[in-house]
């Protein structure tokens, strides 16, 4: 299978240096000078509410700047809907985790602190089956859950807490590209991220035993974990040095899949079905490979010659790649036998949403996204696609009122606020404009231009008494805030 492959490096630098000058207010000044051994004495000293805060200032980072982010609401909806199935199956059900995809076609998945886990979409579109991407996520989650990074740190006995996180941080550069471990650090430093880039082997087959178990929990096919970690180990005879990612960070030996295949042989036989949802997004990913016309053709041939275990997934393909080669009235009649499936999909709703506005049809577009949203009413994508089509038949106050409703189901969702400020914009409501922009700025870390947008809301002139007092409450909590963390840097 032929797959794009973005270099990742950037990643791996730019995660290290962000998370080398914040770490410095995430330190508490009173830390003691070095860690305890493993277990939960690591996790008293690196605690739970630090690790996540470390994990948010990271994600933000990557959200904001890394290229290879993969800003795709459908994407990070499923990779969640799948992750959260998971993780409702793990010893933590109540705990965060937040899942998204990192555009390279490695193979590869990675463990942040705060509980985000990152895979690669070469990872989604390399998987046989989901069971096989699920047990690559419930690997992943188990590592987070029996803590293996803060342990794996806290042996270095050596180092200051600072010098354990940073190390910690570039690992993660290391693990999400195995190139980056040199380039990231130099010295005896990078020559000790070399060493330890994999997790040592009972941290391992810690990860695979949860794993398998949360798997089989979460009612996915558990012979899928084994299947997809044999076929990467063959895969090194072919690559040799230059094996994939996963298999450097995550070394598969054949104790490993012989242990689980130990375990799947006890298990009942049964058979297990893929989600549609699984299907039309390795289809997504796929149309998006190339330029539209290799897209298009690559999908025809796979219809014409029946080289597929989905038909519906093909044609929501194909007519993905249409849409890209803007030939929208084709792409419409492919996507109808998508749509015509009985349970449907918000995947299948949402792009003939965009097809009919990519036509002018903005009309069809909003009632599409309309009837969808009473369908699916958690669907992000759905949600800002409508927002997207309202604002451009320019029905502002309808918009506004969709947005108050979704803002007061999802209230740390950025780009809601970001849509809102917009709209306010254009309605001429320039208070209300520099607000929302300010808890954009909020929720994406970025105080500074949050004060300084709440500034803007002060002197804007047009907000009532009620407007002008929350705007002055909100940015005393703000300046408040930014008083402790100036703190935290002396």
Known sequence: MKMNHLPAGRLARK????????????????????????GESARADLSPQLE???GDSIMNDIRLHEPTYVDDAEVSGYLNRLGQRLVAASTEPSRDFHFFAIRDGQVNAFAMFGGYIGINTGTILVAQSESELAGVVAHEISHVTQSHLARQISAQKQQSVLGMIAMAVALLAARSNSQAAGGVMAGSEAAM????????????READRIGYDILE????????????????????????NNAPVYMRSHPITVERISDMQNRQARAPYKQFRDGLD??????????QLGTPKEAVNNFETLLRERKYSSEAAIRYGLAYALWRAKKYAQADQELEMVR????????????????????????????????????????????????????????YDLLQTFLE????????????YGVQAKTYAMQGKKLQQHRAL?????????????????????????????????????????????????????
């Open 193 to 204: 991220i070399q060493s330890q880039l994999a997790f040592s082997r009972d941290f391992e």
């Open 340 to 395: 015509r499936q009985k349970s449907g999909s918000p995947i299948a709703e949402n792009l003939a949403a965009e097809i009919k506005a990519a036509s002018g049809d903005l009309a069809s577009a909003v009632k599409i996204y309309r009837e969808a949203l009473l369908r699916f009413p958690t669907s992000r994508a759905l949600a800002y696609g409508y927002a997207d089509a309202l604002f451009s038949q320019r029905s």
């Open 52 to 54: 996540r805060k470390i």
């Open 15 to 38: 995660t290290l240096c962000f998370f080398l000058c914040t770490s410095l207010v995430l330190t508490p000044p009173a830390w003691s000078d070095s860690l305890p051994d493993l």
């Open 217 to 240: 929990k979460a009612g996915f096919d558990p012979r899928g974990m084994s299947e997809f970690f044999e076929r990467l180990q063959r895969s090194t005879r072919v690559y040799e």
């Open 438 to 490: 300010a808890e954009m700025y909020v929720l994406q870390g970025r105080l500074v231009p949050a004060i300084e947008q709440l500034q803007f809301a002060q002197r804007a002139g047009d907000g009532n008494f009620y407007e002008m007092s929350v705007v002055d409450a909100r940015l005393r909590e703000l300046k408040k805030q930014q008083m402790e963390e100036a703190k935290q840097k002396k």
């Open 278 to 287: 699984f299907q039309l997004i390795r289809a997504k990913l796929r149309a």
């Open 405 to 416: 409703e979704q803002l007061q189901l999802y209230t740390t969702d950025p780009k809601l």
